[in-house]
């Protein structure tokens, strides 16, 4: 038995991790608007003994220079319904869903959780977001988003209301099977960091390697520690994207194989999403428009300066670099391997301190999934550190977070 549990989270947007994902043959791209889709998903999941199922979302169009692009494989469905649609469907893996604290208002967020948190019997769970993309302040009739340092202040007090609506509901209706949702949080930032670390009983970052996920638990650990808070009841879970098959060398095929299936179409309006510039009408050939992108882009400037800064200087040509940043999709971990090794390189990082389990993101849905469930998990299993039964019904018992968090509390 390990001395540390492991805990599995699925990140499950739109048809997969890998851009080109919704390509391979095993993957289900209409099935995403389709409730069989995700009573399979999440049996799935349920089967896999995961913590829970995180959904993303965003509240503006996602597209390029006004455009939607034609070959990205990103639905925008709301996440509250299709969460709630897998809470029919299953009886323990948690239902986490992103709402930001920029533009839903103390009460609206703390109703639509509380609702959940009952239909469900307790599993769910609340990734707490603010903003970050222009387009989205002309949606709610603003010109620009709040300064960011603002962002996470807002956030901060739409948490607190949100708690104070909490205990309210409680007192009046009995509460709701947790009291609240489970708080997650994405801290990159200083800001981010610091907001986690006030509030959030689980992480999902981003550490492409071992040493950046020990530094990154390790620093978070003593941020929680420093705003009064017990280290040891905040889950660290940093993305992973994994290709599987029989060995190593078959894995390395089957991901170029998989990437191949990106043409040089799909890699230029990816890039082009990306960097909320449309590059569609450059030349592939030709060199990276740098000037354009910096002028045409809604996104921070010095950020987009900075990605192009290698490849401009590098002289690499707009389509091949394109073709590159497809290739290391959100800067998440991704493996390459057998199911054995994927069990064995988790199994490191438990020990190592470099997280308390993963944010699993498929290159693609639902198949390489499926293989996860059925040749890793019982590897996990059988090294004592993956659960064989639920330990009970509600969010907070799957992570083994206490029953009742600090801020219910009478």
């Known amino acids: 038995m390990m001395s540390r549990p492991i805990h599995l989270w699925a990140f499950l947007q739109g048809i997969g991790h890998y851009p080109s994902g919704w390509r391979h043959p095993n993957a289900d791209p ?12 999440g049996a799935l999941v349920e089967k896999g003994r995961f913590d829970a199922i995180v959904f993303g979302d965003q509240l503006q169009s996602r597209g390029a220079g006004g455009r939607t692009p034609e070959r990205l494989a990103m639905p925008t469905l709301d996440p509250m319904a299709l969460l709630s649609a897998i809470a029919s469907v299953t009886n323990h893996v948690g239902l986490v869903n992103t709402l930001s604290t920029t533009y839903w208002t103390p009460e609206g967020l703390a109703e639509r959780f509380s609702t959940m948190d009952r239909m469900s019997g307790g599993r769910a769970g609340w990734n ?35 708690q104070e609506v909490w205990r309210g509901l409680n007192a009046k209706l009995g509460g709701s099977p947790q009291l609240r949702p489970v708080f ?16 959030a009983e689980a992480i999902f970052c981003s550490a492409p390697t071992m040493e950046e996920g020990i530094a990154f638990r390790k620093d978070m650990r003593e941020r929680v520690a420093k705003a009064g808070r017990n280290p040891d009841a905040v889950r660290i879970m940093p993305g992973l994207s994994f290709i599987l098959a029989e060995n190593e060398a078959a894995a390395i095929a089957k991901d170029e194989a998989l990437l191949d299936l990106a043409d040089e179409a799909l890699a230029m309006e990816y890039l082009s ?30 950020d987009v300066a900075r990605a192009l800064e290698k490849p401009v200087a590098g002289r690499v040509p707009l389509g091949r670099f394109a073709a ?7 800067g998440h971990n991704v493996f390459r391997g057998s ?3 994927l069990a064995d390189m988790m ?9 308390d389990g993963f944010t699993l993101q498929p290159a693609y849905m639902p198949g390489e999934l499926e293989i996860f469930v059925e040749e890793v998990v019982p590897i996990l299993q059988a090294a004592g550190a993956l659960r064989k039964y639920y330990p009970g019904t509600t969010l907070r018992e799957t992570m083994g977070l206490p029953l009742v968090p600090a801020d219910m509390v009478a």
């Open 30 to 41: 209409a099935g995403v608007f389709t409730m069989d889709y995700y009573a399979k998903v």
């Open 128 to 162: 707490i977001v603010t903003t970050a993309h222009p387009d989205t302040a002309p949606n709610f009739g603003d010109d620009n988003l709040p300064e960011k340092s603002l962002r996470y202040k807002m956030a901060a007090d739409t948490v607190a209301q949100a």
């Open 184 to 199: 997650v949080q994405a801290g990159q930032s200083a800001d981010g960091r610091d907001f986690a670390a006030q509030v």
């Open 273 to 302: 999403e990306s960097l909320c510039c449309d590059l569609t009408a450059y030349d592939p050939a030709g060199p990276i428009p740098v000037d354009a992108i910096l002028e045409a882009t809604i996104l921070p400037r010095a």
């Open 324 to 330: 590159g940043y497809l290739r290391t999709p959100r």
């Open 339 to 341: 199911p054995s090794q």
């Open 347 to 355: 199994l490191r990082w438990i020990e190592a301190g470099a997280c």
